[in-house]
């Protein structure tokens, strides 16, 4: 079991510039998300997907796009990147454990906007 | 909405007990939850506690949920160098809901 896995770990943009991050999960699980961290402001939501072929908007979805590809898969786009996107993206995704619903991230993307 | 409140630091010696705050606004939380986050790293589920549950020990490891208060707590029994981190709590409303997460407590631990 991998768990989740995120691709690529770093990543440099110029403004303007569009990407893809792509984020795989192998526990099975019907939820994932993406965040954003930056310092000091913890954690935040940019969108999340309940079941595949849904997805919905979290509390920072603006320069966003996201594609719930099939169960496994959830990729985070950013269509034309600005500094304001520099950040770490983790990508997460949850089912039921053992004694409650858990959730996992992956180890994030290091995006830097120039 | 939903809001959750963590103290920034705390700094603790080796062999000591840490303990760790965290607030919440919103009664209607069902989980709740502790991660850990080492520096260049993702986010490691620690432990979480059903919000119909008082304490929840796992080694070293002891939350306790205060409901009318809305206080959540993490206790680190023997606290090691490798606690070192920042700690988050998060609460979900479900557990198909998403989580709300606080600021994080920066945890060192000197020798």
């Known amino acids: 079991n991998a768990g989740v896995t995120q691709t690529p770990k770093f990543q440099v943009l110029k403004t303007g510039q569009s990407m893809t991050l792509q984020c795989a999960q192998d526990?099975?699980?019907?939820?994932m998300y993406w965040y954003r961290q930056d310092p000091g402001m913890g954690l935040r939501l940019i969108y999340y997907?309940?079941?595949?072929?849904?997805?919905d908007k979290g509390e920072v979805p603006n320069g966003y796009n996201v594609s719930r590809l099939n169960k496994r898969e959830f990729s985070l786009r950013l269509e034309s990147a600005a500094p304001s996107q520099t950040s770490v993206y983790f990508c997460a995704s949850s089912g039921e454990g053992d004694s409650g619903y858990e959730q996992y991230f992956g180890p994030g993307t290091r995006l830097t906007v120039t | 909405g939903e809001d959750v409140e963590q103290s920034l630091f705390l700094s603790v010696r080796e062999g000591d007990s840490s303990v760790i705050n965290c607030t919440y606004t919103d009664s209607s939380s069902t989980y709740l939850y502790w991660y850990k986050q080492e520096p260049g790293a993702g986010l490691q589920l620690l432990t979480y506690i059903f919000s119909n549950m008082d304490m929840k020990q796992d080694q070293r490891l002891t939350v306790l949920l205060n409901k009318k208060d809305k206080h959540l707590s993490l206790r680190i029994a023997d606290t090691q160098t490798g606690d070192s981190a920042i700690y988050f709590c998060a609460e979900s409303l479900s557990g198909y809901s998403t989580l709300t997460f606080g600021k994080g407590t920066m945890l060192l631990v000197s020798p």
């Open positions: 997907s309940a079941s595949e072929g849904t997805t």
């Open positions: 526990m099975n699980h019907n939820s």
